[in-house]
């Protein structure tokens, strides 16, 4: 296809060793997480402070306070002090504006909200919806490549209730509510209750006292913040700076240095969800509105509630499970935030978790920042190549969990003159998905109709009977292909075209133990097709026929449109109808591939297996599995 052969994914390029003509192919993947985005906790530390205005502030994190250059994404408790007017904070990846609101303030009102934003060049951005305030940010964590602790999420669960003064009370967390022995950090919602005097809550390392704030709130005022905290011989602590309150803990999950556990994909924010919310719970898909993918097991959003009709709390959980605990509590009519990191449920390609309030209703706005996956899909993230991308080993991405490999060069009867090269680059993935780590693609057409056009041009390659270069006979379902020029239109012709083709492809291309790759049908508009849907999708069963013969497997690839083109909607009596799907979503990006993976396959009876976009001039592939 066009996406195949003007190359195009955002991982790293380096050498690659090349190898001998034919390649064996390798294994699946392990099951342990990658190193991407792993998270190291820190001793919460304040990096920026200063005044923010309706203009974008651009702060940069990478290479302050032990954040290095390397970070994906990082934790930052952000608080606005003295607004000027009422208003929010947006906090973003530097250069990105979504339209969506980090915390809400009154006027003179000093509040907080902890943020994971993916950075941008190292460094994030700030602005007001109005007016000018203080704003201040403290570091509690980063997500890189490399070391690090993965995430487990948890049910909610509260782990400590009880009266906290300005002297610090331990807490242990390691043992509770599924928090093991060696969790580094955690990741707990924390509510203060009924404070005697204006001040804030501040949740640090057990034994640490650094001069951050984790909430702000007025005297008798109820507010949560979540906060990531790194835990010192597996507890934290809690005070408040005047008076006293009663503060509850609700842990939503754990890091540890374990390799079982999910890893971080930071994205743009995005609006997943913006509607009513009532008393009773009701589920928000993240699958597919968010590019949240299939394999994800928790995500980061920021929840802000706007134009509650009376004092009482948001409940953000996994969908179906409903815990006592409470997200956010708000005065009537006051808008207000606060991160989650849910635990989401439900199928490969419907993720959900369910908001409830306690009383009356509200408006509920859900901005998606990141999500993580499942340890045992690894990144999700493979590449594609083939022969634009030549022979030379800088040309070809490295730190791909799969890869996947063209066969042909150019026509469907051609080679890749680089195949043995590109097999051996796809057979070095890191793999940690559940994709096979080296596959295959062919290009495919059915010239039937070309050459009934052009009766000067040679037509060696179309079939006169049912037999194949190998000399063996195929049980051809539609009958014997014969010859004479209403053959160049026949089904039974198209069918044996689509075998040979694929004969060709396993055992003239250079491809050893052909039966033990997945196969994808890489079908495009711009190949040479016949006019009807019927004879292409021939063609294409041909092909299937002959990878199952061998003990292969077979998927097809295209875009929803271009598939539609050419074979029209696929009868569930095809060998076609059941086959996985690869979808191609071209230049829209990451979030569009992830999305793909929650829509329709290219049948009615397929499963989505991979989404394809372009970056730059690499295409990239999302495991949808």
């Given amino acids: 296809m066009r996406l195949h052969r003007r190359l195009a994914l ?20 392990q099951a342990a997480a990658p190193t991407t985005g792993r998270y190291t906790p820190i001793d919460t530390t304040r990096v920026w402070s200063g005044g923010l205005t309706t203009t974008p ?62 950075l941008v060049n190292g460094s994030i951005q700030a602005k007001l919806s109005a007016g000018t305030a203080n704003g201040y940010f403290d570091v509690a964590g980063y997500y890189a490549d490399g070391s690090g602790a993965t995430y487990t999420p948890l049910d909610a669960a509260r782990v400590f209730s009880g009266t906290v003064g300005t002297t610090p009370v331990p807490v242990p967390l390691a043992g509770l509510a599924g928090v093991p022995a060696d969790a580094t950090a955690v990741a707990v919602n924390v509510e203060v209750s009924g404070p005697t005097a204006a001040g804030y809550v501040r949740v640090t390392p057990a034994g640490q006292d650094p001069q951050v704030v984790t909430q702000l709130y007025s005297a008798g005022q109820s507010l949560s913040n979540l906060a990531i905290v790194k835990l010192v011989d597996g507890a934290a602590q809690v005070k408040l700076s005047k008076g006293t309150g009663t ?119 859900l901005d998606v920042a990141g999500y993580f996956l499942d340890g045992s899909s690894g990144t999700g993230f493979g590449a594609d190549v083939s022969w634009p991308q030549g022979g030379s080993s800088s040309n070809y991405p490295v730190g791909q969990a799969f890869g996947i490999v063209g066969v042909n060069h150019g026509l469907a009867n051609n080679t890749n003159d680089f195949l043995a090269q590109q097999l051996a680059w796809a057979g070095g993935s890191v793999g940690g998905t559940s994709q096979p780590k080296t596959q295959l693609y062919v290009n495919t057409a059915n010239p039937g109709q070309y050459f009934k056009d052009h009766p000067s041009n040679s037509r060696a390659s179309w079939p006169t009977n049912n037999v194949d270069p190998s000399g063996a006979t195929a049980r051809n379902p539609y009958g014997t292909c014969v010859p004479g020029d209403a053959a160049l239109t026949s089904t039974q012709c198209s069918w044996m075209y689509g075998w040979n083709r694929a004969y060709d492809d396993a055992q003239s291309r250079g491809v050893a133990s052909p039966g033990s790759y997945r196969w994808w049908l890489d079908a495009e508009t711009d190949g040479s097709w016949q006019k009807t849907a019927a004879l292409n999708r021939a063609t294409l069963e041909g092909m299937t026929a002959y990878f199952v013969s061998i003990g292969a497997t077979a998927g097809v690839y295209s875009s929803p449109s271009e598939w539609s083109t050419l074979f029209g909607t696929v009868p569930s009596s095809s060998t076609l109808y059941r086959l996985p799907s690869w979808i191609a979503v071209g230049a829209d990006g990451v979030a569009a591939a992830q999305k793909a993976c929650s829509a329709g396959g290219l049948t009615a009876g397929s499963q989505v297996r991979m989404a394809q976009y372009v970056v730059g001039n690499q295409d990239y592939d999302v495991s949808c599995v």
């Fill in 247 to 365: 503060v509850y803990m609700d842990v939503a999950g754990y890091y540890s240095n374990a390799s079982t556990g999910s890893v971080f994909v930071p994205i743009d924010t995005t609006r997943a969800f913006a509607g009513a919310v009532s008393t009773t719970a009701g589920t928000i898909r993240l699958s597919g509105t968010a590019g949240v993918p299939g394999t994800a097991t928790a995500v980061v959003a920021n929840a802000e509630v706007t134009k509650p009709t009376t004092d009482a709390y948001l409940r953000v959980t996994p969908a179906g499970q409903d815990p006592q605990v409470a997200t956010q509590l708000f005065g009537a009519g006051s808008p207000v935030a606060n991160l989650v990191m849910a635990k989401v449920t439900g199928s490969s390609t419907d993720r959900r978790v369910q908001a409830k309030v306690s009383r009356g209703s509200a408006q509920l706005h």
């Fill in 10 to 29: 955002a991982l790293t390029t380096a050498l690659v060793a090349t190898a001998v003509a034919v390649v064996v192919p390798v294994t699946t993947a």
């Fill in 57 to 118: 502030k651009v702060v940069r994190i990478a290479g302050n306070a032990g954040v290095p250059a390397n970070a994906t994404a990082v934790v930052v408790n952000v608080e606005v002090a003295k607004p000027t007017v009422a208003g929010y904070v947006r906090v973003t990846p530097a250069g990105k504006d979504a339209t969506v609101a980090t915390q809400d303030f009154a006027a003179g009102q000093t509040i907080a909200n902890l943020v994971t934003v993916r």
